[in-house]
C-alpha cells in the first residue's frame, strides 16, 4: 500500500543500522508505525521476538489489527472515484478508511486526489506482503496512541519516524512539538536504543546514515520553509 512518507526505499538502509543493536528474541518498537514498510521490513530480515507499533490514526491501526486477524481477503481489489470520494468527504472510524485514502490516492497522501486503480500498485497485494513478514514474530501488538503513551520496555529497539519538520503535515497532525519529542528521545535512550529518521535534528543527534532526497517535495512547501535541508538522514541521540 503506498504511503506518503512510507520507507519502502530507505527500509534496507533502517535494517542495517538496527541490526547492530539486536540479539535474539529482541523487542522492535515503532510509534509512528505508518505504512509498516519498515516493521515488515525488520521483522524479515531481523526477525524479532516482539514487536510494539503505534500509530495516532485509529482507522490505519483498525486496518492492521483486522488485516492481522482476518488475513486481507476481505480487502476490496479496487476502489472508484466515487467511493473515495465518499470516504475523503467523512472520514468514518474504519479500516476500509486508510485502505482507501492511502492505497488509492495520489503518493499515497491521505487529502490527495483520486488515483485510477490500475496505477495504484495493488495495495492490497502490498499489504499481504507486509502482514505475512508480521505475523512471522512471536508477538505483536499495535495500539493506536501517542507516541508518549506506548509503552516500552527497557533494552527495546526503537524506530521514530515522526512526521517531517517543514513539510506537509499528514493524517492527524495539525501540530506537532517537535522539540518535546527530542526531548523524549533523549530521555527514552537512556534505556533503549533509539533511531530517529528525519531531516533536521538538534546539534546533540548524530547522523549514521543518510539518504539522497528520497521524500519528494510537497508542491505547497512555501518559500520560507525552503531551508529545510532536502537529504534524510537517521540519527542518535549523541549524549557525549
Not at 472510524?93 to 485510477?116: E, M, V
Not at 503535515?169 to 534505556?191: A, C, M
Not at 547522523?207 to 517535495?217: L, P
Amino acid at each position: 500500500m503506498r504511503y506518503m512518507g512510507g520507507k519502502y526505499r530507505q527500509s534496507r538502509g533502517i535494517v542495517e543500522c538496527i541490526r547492530p543493536h539486536t540479539e535474539s528474541g529482541f523487542t522492535y518498537v515503532e510509534p509512528f508505525c505508518g505504512g509498516l514498510s519498515s516493521a515488515a521490513a525488520v521483522a524479515r530480515d531481523l526477525r524479532p521476538g516482539r514487536i510494539v507499533l503505534g500509530d495516532v490514526y485509529s482507522p490505519l491501526v483498525k486496518l492492521w489489527n483486522k488485516c492481522l486477524s482476518h488475513g486481507t481477503d476481505w480487502l476490496p481489489e479496487s476502489c472508484d472515484e466515487e467511493t473515495h470520494r465518499e470516504y475523503r468527504e467523512n472520514r468514518p472510524d474504519d479500516p476500509l478508511t486508510a485502505y482507501y485514502l492511502f492505497g488509492f490516492s495520489y503518493g499515497g497522501d491521505i487529502n490527495g486526489g483520486f488515483i485510477k486503480p490500475e496505477y495504484a500498485g495493488h495495495p492490497r497485494n502490498g499489504i499481504s506482503r507486509k502482514i505475512k513478514w508480521i505475523k512471522t514474530c512471536r508477538s505483536v501488538d499495535i495500539k493506536c496512541c501517542s507516541y508518549e503513551e506506548l509503552v516500552i520496555d527497557d533494552g527495546s529497539v526503537v524506530y521514530c519516524d515522526p512526521p517531517y519538520e517543514g513539510r506537509s503535515i499528514h493524517h492527524g497532525f495539525r501540530e506537532f512539538d517537535y522539540n518535546k519529542f527530542w526531548q523524549w528521545v533523549r530521555d527514552l535512550s537512556s534505556r533503549c536504543a533509539v533511531l530517529t529518521s528525519c531531516f533536521n535534528a538538534p546539534d546533540d543527534f548524530r547522523a549514521i546514515y543518510q539518504w539522497g532526497d528520497t521524500v519528494v517535495r510537497p508542491h505547497n512547501l512555501s518559500s520560507e520553509k525552503s531551508h529545510v535541508s532536502g537529504y534524510e538522514k537517521l540519527v542518535v541521540y549523541d549524549a557525549d
